[in-house]
């Protein structure tokens, strides 16, 4: 049985009785070493390796174990190098339930072995975000929160910058911090979106300097989104996120400009799921993620127009 806060949820604070068929909480990235879609964490414990998506299956991806973390900040270079930001690790409790508390540090996987390297930088956090700036060839962080089982909770709105072999915090002014948000980069406008979880309902945009909002209401009104580039179409897809504890299954595309609704039907609606284009089959995949009480283990694929279910 999940426990959720009425503003986001608090992973760190999450009480799992048994271990769920699926996952959520984890995060979804094309690795374009592995040519295929890369999952990373989820609500797990002790050691977890990288899952590559075929296609058909998840198989594991040798040597490739990391500390088990949920709602871990994850993106990918174009080389297909995975940075991964902090997150929140489990451990079981005397009475059998399990919990999860906040952690940091950076760790890098070249594709021969994780390396962590760094543990300065951003805060301790799970619930943020990170997206590859391709044009400037650097990892850009964003928000998070760094909720305890305590009920201690500090929302963070502070933007870093990751490149040469270190973070560099880039702006403490833009959007009012946040949770549960989502962002992709946006090569064709050389944007860094971020989505979801903020009271300004807004789209933001970050060009390096400064955030300027870009658009106003849904999807961004929204906890728990899920971005990727399509790089067949040229354009952001979103799908999910929860508002009013109703869980959206809609799929939505940016142009740069707004928000349009490119599938009304699909996957059932699900938030802290993962969401990522596979740039060598030239789909985007989905997988798992939670409604209120339920964890989720179906994979998914859409094509552009229409959803598929392809596990789960």
Sequence with gaps: MLTFSVLFWPVAALSLQDPPKGVAG??????????????????????????????????????????????????????????????????????????????GGTWWWNGEGWRKVASDGPAFRDHHAVAYDAARKVFVLYGGSD??????????????????????????????????????????????????????????????????????????????????????AKRVLLFGGSKDWTFASDTWAWDGKA???????????RMVHGFAFDEARGVAVLFGGATRTDVLGDTWEFDGKRWKQTGG
């Excluded at 879609?37 to 998840?58: A, I, N, Q, S, Y």
């Excluded at 040597?63 to 270079?77: I, K, M, N, V």
């Excluded at 946006?186 to 807004?202: E, F, N, Q, W, Y």
């Excluded at 928000?259 to 609606?269: D, L, T, Y």
């Design 26 to 103: 984890h995060a979804m990235v094309y690795s374009a070493r592995l040519k295929a879609v890369v999952r990373v964490g989820g609500e797990e414990f002790g050691v977890t390796p990288l899952m590559k998506w075929t296609g058909h299956d998840w198989d594991t991806v040798e040597g490739s174990d990391l500390p088990a973390r949920s709602l871990a900040a994850a993106a990918c270079d174009t080389e297909g190098n995975l940075l991964v930001h902090g997150g929140a690790n489990g451990s079981k409790e005397a009475d059998g339930s399990s919990r999860f508390h906040v952690t």
């Design 259 to 269: 928000w349009k609704v490119v599938a009304k039907e699909g996957p059932p609606g």
């Design 147 to 232: 909720a305890d089982p305590t009920g201690r909770t500090t929302l963070f709105g502070d933007t870093w910058e990751w490149a040469d072999d270190h973070w560099t915090k880039a702006a403490d002014a833009g959007p009012a911090p946040r949770a549960h948000c989502a962002m992709v980069y946006d090569p064709l406008r050389k944007l860094t979106l971020m989505v979801g979880a903020g009271p300004d309902s807004a789209t933001w945009g970050w060009n390096g300097k400064s955030w300027r909002r870009l658009a106003e209401g849904a999807p961004a009104d929204r906890t728990s989104v899920r971005m990727c580039w399509d790089t067949k």
